[in-house]
């Protein structure tokens, strides 16, 4: 009997690459744009620190509680108590759903605006939810299978629109900076580097080898945030802060991902072809993914009240909420990002990390407490701002006023 071969640093660093690259990477050059290039830059490396700190806190945890079927709420449970667990399980909800809802606004968006029918956003929400949902309970296998070629036509696409953007990219576009606006951004860009719920099934493949998991986790990370550096460079350098239609503040006052202004832009079919496939494919399998996660957890939490072989109510839970939400409420792409930055992963791959290190009592206890304050401080600070902005208390815009050192041609 031959045990099963344990994969490559490389292609575990491609899967935690490919959970982090999705939704988030549409709106991040938009939302931080509206930033500025230079504060954008480093908010993005920053948070990039901070969300390895984080994924080698859940690892560390992972290992040190000794269940190899571990997921997060199992490890916040074991490392906290009931309460972590359940704080994960309120964090989690409010994440995948809110992602959820962007994918769905994300898709209508591209849909009609690119194919040229800005009347049919909900048509096209609906169709993209009949297929995409229908694909993720019914033929999951059979995307997997193909998962490959969805990651290379993704990167492909992603890599001639940037193309395009530099052909098109004027250096005085990226002097222009609002950092009090900043803030603002970072759900956004927590929301664009979250791989986190990658880290148990990394801990799993690579046997629980500690070096083998850091590296992973390092190279898996620093991909999204090269895509993300590139994006931002390319987007903001290409694109006029304003100007009506094809200007990042349109974007961001219509809600719509970074492909539908640079195809305004750029002009070319080719290049909106391209970002027609791109967005598409980055929605879908992230759609996918997160459908599949999504219904997973239903129906691990709720297999103590439903009973027997019923299925049927785990799909309901998981994709009638986020439609309905999008039917109403159709501009809510930029939105649903935020609060779930904001709010969902703030929660739980923020604050209960940081609340694992101010609770442990290792040996050596100062470093842990002094890091697990630092990102309790950070992501408290993040969710404060985001509730502030959603209940009306905070209202945090942009200074486009303040754009006189460079007049875009």
Not at 170 to 190: M, N
Not at 306 to 322: C, E, L, Q, S, Y
Request: net charge positive; glycine share 10%.
């Amino acid at each position: 009997m031959t045990s099963k071969k344990r994969p490559s640093i490389l292609s575990v660093a491609l899967l935690i690459a490919g959970a982090a690259i999705g939704a988030g990477i549409l709106g991040l050059p938009v939302q931080t744009g509206m930033a500025g290039a230079l504060p954008a830059l480093i908010a993005l490396s920053i948070m990039w620190l901070v969300s390895l700190t984080t994924s080698w806190v859940i690892a560390d945890s992972y290992l040190r509680g000794g269940n190899a079927q571990a997921d997060l709420a199992s490890i916040y449970q074991h490392e906290l108590g009931a309460w972590g667990k359940w704080l994960t399980v309120v964090g989690y909800l409010i994440n995948y759903y809110g992602i959820m809802v962007a994918y769905l606004a994300g898709s209508a968006a591209v849909l009609s605006t690119l194919l040229g029918l800005p009347q049919a956003r909900t048509w096209m929400v609906l169709a993209f939810f009949v297929v995409a949902t229908a694909v993720c309970i019914f033929g999951l296998d059979l995307v997997r299978r193909f998962n490959t070629l969805f990651m290379v036509v993704l990167f492909a696409s992603l890599g001639f629109l940037l193309l395009a953007a530099t052909r098109n990219l004027d250096p005085g576009r990226l002097t222009y900076t609002d950092w009090s606006f900043l803030p603002s951004a970072l759900p956004v860009i927590t929301c664009s580097l979250a791989f986190q719920n990658m880290v148990p099934m990394t801990c799993r493949q690579l046997e629980g080898e500690r070096p083998l998991i850091f590296r992973a986790l390092l190279m898996g990370s620093l991909i999204p945030w090269l895509v993300g550096v590139l994006c931002i460079i390319a987007v903001v350098g290409a694109l006029p802060l304003t100007g009506g239609e094809g200007s990042l503040l349109s974007a961001f006052q219509h809600d719509d991902p970074a492909t539908i202004p640079l195809a305004q832009v750029l002009g070319r079919p080719v290049v909106t072809a391209a970002g027609l496939l791109f967005s598409t494919c980055a929605i879908f399998t992230s759609y996918l993914a997160t459908g599949s996660a999504l219904t997973g957890f239903w129906r691990d939490l709720a297999a103590p009240v439903v009973k027997g072989r019923v299925d049927w109510p785990h799909p309901v839970m998981t994709f009638a909420p986020p439609l309905l939400v999008v039917l109403v409420w159709p501009d809510l792409f930029l939105s649903a990002l935020n609060v779930a930055g904001g709010l969902g992963l703030g929660i739980f791959i923020g604050l209960a990390p940081a609340l694992v290190l101010l609770l442990r009592r290792p040996a050596a206890w100062l470093t842990p407490r002094l890091l697990g304050t630092l990102l309790f401080v950070l992501f408290a600070l993040i969710i404060v701002l985001e509730l502030g902005q959603e209940m009306g208390f905070l209202r945090i815009l942009p200074q486009v006023e303040n754009w006189t050192s460079y007049q875009p041609k």
